[in-house]
Every structure is written in structure tokens, then in C-alpha cells.
């Protein structure tokens, strides 16, 4: 006896070829960066749903592969957009996704996709009850990129009951309550970021998340070098030479990332959130 296809999956792949067709064609006349070839597309949810055979699960896992393979080393602002476009979709088809949100709080909100982090960390929170570490990534967003330690200790507070180690829920405590009577410090901020790159497989990604907390490193001497200058000479630095010419710094850190070092509002050394201009050819 001979089996038939079924026409309504039949039609489904079609639909889904034809889609990713077209958008093979659109994106092909468009221009765009040399942007990692596993960030050039990003499919509808429902394509994508379409091409898993309906499974939503299966989806989310094929999108992040894509997320798993990328050479953050290599990527521009570009491919993040996408990025965290695919990481948004994830968590939208699979909130339980383990390695979405990690990674989603290790790179995303370092490159300019800070709403897309909020948005994987808060469906990460909301979906894995037994699993502290989405609420603390998310209360971390909110001390170091929001610089609002109130809310961000918020938010390790209601990750206490979901630490099953006494040791993890007396260390959240603690944290909760440095950042409230403290207030923002780069320097916490760079141990957190250590901490992360600790707790990660060795290769790219750790290397990655290393320079991360370098560079805060590196700005927390800025900081501390900036502070002592207003302190003796009554004012505050005008450029972050002076901190050299001052003698308070032998030099000014070299940002690995390339995007260096400058002076907020308020004229304390922050980081940059745009590289150099390229000089004039």
C-alpha cells in the first residue's frame, strides 16, 4: 500500500521555499557590510516556524545555532542588529532557551541592543521559575547600563528564592545590598563581568567576555585618576591627557575593541559608544 503526502505540509514547504527565496533576492540587491554570513538573513517567525514543520521548539534551536556559530570577533553593528533580531525570536519561540540567554546577556547589551538583552532576560526570568541567573543578568542591565542600582537590586532580590545553594542566596543578598548602599562602581561591574567569563568555556567567547572586563578595568583607573585630579587641582579634566600631562597616568589605555575612551556629560572618562572616524584617504 502506498503512502501519500499530505497536501497541507506540502504546501507549507513550498510556501517556506518560496519565502526564503524571495528573501534571498531582496537581500541580495541590497547593499549591506561584510556582515558574518550566519547573520545575513533573518526569516518572519512564522517562515521560520514554517521551515521547522510547525515546531516552534525546533525553530528556536536552528536560529540558535546560528547565534552559536557567529565570529563575535568579526562582527559590526550591522550584524548585532540581526543578532539581536534572531535572539529576540528565541526567546519569543522558546523563553526556556539556556544558551539565548546567556549569550544574549554577554553581547548584546555591549553592542548597542540593550532593549533586545531587557527583552530575552525578561522572557528568560519569566519562563525558567527554578533558574536565578536570568534575573540576575537582568538586574545587572539595570546597575551597570541604566546605572539604577535600586532596581537592579530589585530584581537579585526576587532571584533569592529561586537559588537552591544557601551559599548563592546569601551571596545575591549581599550584592543586592552593596548596590543599594553603595550605588554604581565600574570597578563592581568589571568583577561581574570576570565572573562571567570564568564561568564560560574556554575559547572565543571567554576571550571575548575578557577583554570586556579589561576595558572596565581600564576605566575604572580613568575614574580613579580623573577623581584625584579634581581633587587637587578644584576641577574637573577638560581632555584625558591631562590625567598624563598631570603625571596621575603614564598613558591613556589602549580599548582593544578599538572604540576608546572618552568624557560623559558630566566630564567623568566613559567609554565610547561609537569607534573613531576612519582618517581621510
Known sequence: MQRSLQPLPVAALLVSALLFGWSQQRLSALPHESADPELLISLPRFAQVLLAGGDRYLAANLAGFRVLVAETQYMKAGDYAVQAKLQRDIAWFNPLHEDNYYIGAALLPWNGQLDAAEYVLRRASAARTF?????????????????DP???????????????NVQDQWALQNVAAFWIEKGYQTGNAAAMVEAMAADSPAGNFRKYLQVRALRLRDLERLQNAAKEYRERFGHGVERLDDLVTTGLMREIPKDPLGFGFGLDASGAPALNTNPPPEPAR
Open 131 to 147: 533558574d536565578w541567573y536570568p534575573l540576575f543578568h537582568y538586574g545587572f542591565l539595570f546597575y551597570h547600563f541604566h546605572r
Open 150 to 164: 535600586a532596581t537592579g537590586a530589585k530584581h537579585l532580590l526576587e532571584a533569592v528564592p529561586r537559588a537552591n
